[in-house]
């Protein structure tokens, strides 16, 4: 009896929904339209986006909340290299995703034909594996591994590539299990060495960050660090991996560090890393560790044995995924007996008064006020995003994340990231308040996707700060040419009316009393909504103004 054949697009979706795909994020096109039409009677929602570097970003937004591959299709040529924005933070982000891309005929490559592009090469040193599906009986083979590779060790992103001719065609549908990532787990051998090096620490801190994290993990680390009163930071954007309530949290390592952590993380005898890989901006420029053997005593937790060693050669390397070190770090601290707690108290003591500051900064609208209504009023779970910008600064400093997934920011510091995150991160958590902020410059890249927001009735709270100007980069222009502005000034639109067009209800902000209300209404109501606030171009950073900055430039070079 001849098995029933089915077509190529249909076999792409049920492949997909055998691996628990819960969304695809796309922007249609002809190159892929048996996909598309799979997706019609498909069970798994598509979310359409306007831009492909939205619609990646919306993807690589959803594996970092899942833990599981956020899902992009895009056309040939310009819709790849737009999505490649995404994609690379992805890469950087350690982020599983995977990114179907339409591909011209077979028979017509290399003959520069509409929209050619060799993916491999485009992609090849950016995702962790670039593909090309040759014909449609290995789509549930390429599929099933692409999620493997996208979820195991570091994880990253997937390319695979639709050629056209590969997509008129039929192929008998084969069963492929739901694929998990790969776990990994230190040896008896090593637990022993840990518990010895800790043991013998007078001095220890926890960094953590990276990815295959969850909040099963996120608990057990924090009884293990309550128990043995062992401080923890957490790496450049991953601050959602530690209560900030807690008395054992001790800061954030990135940019802008506090000057009393950094000092902290100097002076210590033993650095306990877990997942973070501590790269240009957790490691100051790579200035905080020795490269390569530290100064202090590194024990240093990985998922990807490749990492180990890298930049920093570890005392003790584990080749491990978060979940797995920290079962077995919890089980560790119920029979180890430190006597930390003087050092603990002093690092939360240094934290305090760095988030607590309340700097003053030009202008009528303070930021830190800003802050504290956030605080006040929005739910602790509420999940917050942000691109790149020097606005996001406050986020990082003054909010107190409380539990795991209530972050979306990029490592890779790729502007215009919030807002394609937080219509994610809605659509994944429709029950929870999602807060985007954005600068004016940021929020500019991806607009678009208001759009978006409001098609998918993803009620989300937009902050725009606008400073008119692309302010970090006027910063450090300042700092290294004073007085010589070139081309980071912005002559915005009326935001407001433009978020109202889209079908938010927009509010102008001047002053922080003025946020509290629009704040309230936003939270309130049962739509999406925009908060435009008028920053005073001055207040560049929480430290210091935009002329404060330029005067001493000045004064160092005359």
Same mark, same amino acid.
């Given at each position: 009896m001849q098995e029933q054949q089915q077509a190529a697009g249909h076999l792409i979706v049920e492949a997909l929904a055998a691996q628990g795909a819960e969304r695809v994020f796309c922007v249609p096109g002809e190159s892929y339209l048996p996909v598309l039409d799979g997706l019609h009677d498909a069970s798994i929602p598509v979310t359409v986006?306007?831009?492909?570097?939205?619609?990646?970003?919306?993807?690589?937004?959803?594996?970092?909340?899942?833990?599981?591959?956020?899902?992009?299709?895009?056309?040939?040529?310009?819709?790849?290299?737009?999505a490649a924005a995404g994609v690379h933070v992805a890469q950087q982000d350690r982020t599983p995703m995977i990114l179907f891309v339409g591909q011209i005929d077979s028979q017509m490559r290399e003959r520069d034909a509409f929209q050619e592009v060799d993916y491999r090469q485009m992609f090849g040193k950016m995702a962790k594996? +670039?593909? /090309?599906?040759?014909?449609?009986?290995?789509?549930?083979?390429?599929?099933?591994?692409?999620?493997?590779?996208?979820? #195991?060790?570091?994880?990253?992103?997937? +390319?695979?590539?639709?050629? /056209?001719?590969?997509?008129q065609q039929s192929a008998s549908p084969k069963p492929v299990v739901r694929v998990e990532p790969v776990a990994a787990a230190l040896s008896n051998l090593q637990q022993a060495e840990l518990e010895a090096k800790l043991s013998a620490a007078k001095r220890p801190l926890a960094i953590v960050g990276g990815a295959r994290w969850s909040a099963a993990a996120v608990a057990s680390l924090q009884k293990s660090a309550e128990k043995l009163n062992l401080p923890v930071a957490c790496g450049f954007r991953r601050q959602m991996l530690f209560d900030h309530t807690h008395p054992c949290y001790a800061g954030d390592v990135g940019i802008g560090i506090n000057p009393a952590l950094r000092a902290a993380i100097e002076a210590a005898d033993l650095l306990l890393v877990?997942?973070?890989?501590?790269? /240009?901006?957790?490691?100051?420029?790579? /200035?905080?560790?020795?490269?390569?053997?530290? @100064?202090?005593?590194?024990?240093?937790?990985?998922?990807?044995?490749?990492?180990?060693?890298?930049?920093?050669?570890?005392?003790?390397?584990?080749?491990?995924?978060p979940a797995s070190f920290c079962a077995a770090l919890e089980t560790i601290a119920q029979s180890l007996e430190t006597n930390w707690q003087e050092w603990r108290d002093a690092r939360r003591t240094d934290y305090e008064a &760095? #988030?607590?500051?309340?700097?003053?900064?030009?202008?009528?609208?303070?930021?830190?006020?800003?802050?504290?209504?956030?605080?006040?009023?929005?739910?602790?779970?509420?999940?917050?995003?942000?691109?790149?910008?020097?606005?996001?600064? &406050?986020?990082?400093?003054?909010?107190?994340?409380?539990?795991?997934?209530?972050?979306?920011?990029p490592t890779s510091g790729s502007m215009g990231y919030g807002l394609p995150a937080a219509i994610a991160a809605k659509l994944q958590h429709p029950d929870r308040q999602v807060l985007c902020f954005a600068g004016d410059g940021c929020l500019q890249m991806t607009i678009q996707e208001l759009a978006t927001a409001a098609q998918e009735q993803a009620n989300i709270i937009v902050i725009a700060v606008d400073n008119g100007m692309y302010g970090t980069i006027r910063m450090h222009q300042e700092r290294t040419y004073p007085g010589r502005v070139s081309a980071t000034t912005l002559q915005n639109p009326d935001f407001g009316s433009i978020a109202t067009a889209y079908g938010f209800a927009a509010h102008? +902000? @001047?002053?922080?009393?003025?946020?509290?209300?629009?704040?309230?209404?936003?939270?309130?109501?049962?739509?999406?909504?925009?908060?435009?606030?008028?920053?005073?171009?001055e207040a560049i950073t929480p430290a210091a103004s935009l002329s404060q900055i330029r005067t001493a430039a000045q004064q160092k070079n005359p």
């Open positions: 986006c306007r831009q492909e570097g939205g619609a990646a970003m919306m993807a690589e937004a959803h594996g970092k909340l899942t833990g599981r591959p956020g899902i992009c299709m895009v056309t040939r040529g310009p819709g790849a290299t737009n594996w +670039v593909a /090309e599906i040759d014909h449609a009986s290995r789509i549930p083979e390429f599929i099933a591994r692409a999620y493997r590779i996208a979820m #195991s060790g570091n994880p990253g992103p997937v +390319v695979l590539a639709l050629p /056209e001719d590969m997509l877990i997942g973070e890989e501590l790269s /240009e901006m957790p490691s100051q420029s790579y /200035e905080l560790l020795d490269i390569p053997v530290p @100064e202090q005593q590194l024990l240093h937790v990985l998922p990807d044995p490749l990492a180990l060693g890298r930049l920093y050669q570890p005392d003790l390397a584990i080749c491990a995924d &760095w #988030s607590g500051a309340r700097p003053q900064i030009p202008g009528s609208l303070q930021m830190r006020e800003v802050m504290e209504v956030i605080a006040c009023h929005a739910p602790t779970d509420t999940i917050i995003t942000n691109g790149a910008g020097n606005y996001a600064t &406050w986020v990082h400093r003054f909010h107190r994340f409380r539990s795991f997934g209530s972050q979306l920011a102008r +902000v @001047e002053t922080a009393a003025q946020f509290e209300g629009a704040l309230k209404t936003a939270l309130a109501h049962n739509r999406p909504s925009f908060l435009h606030l008028l920053l005073d171009p």
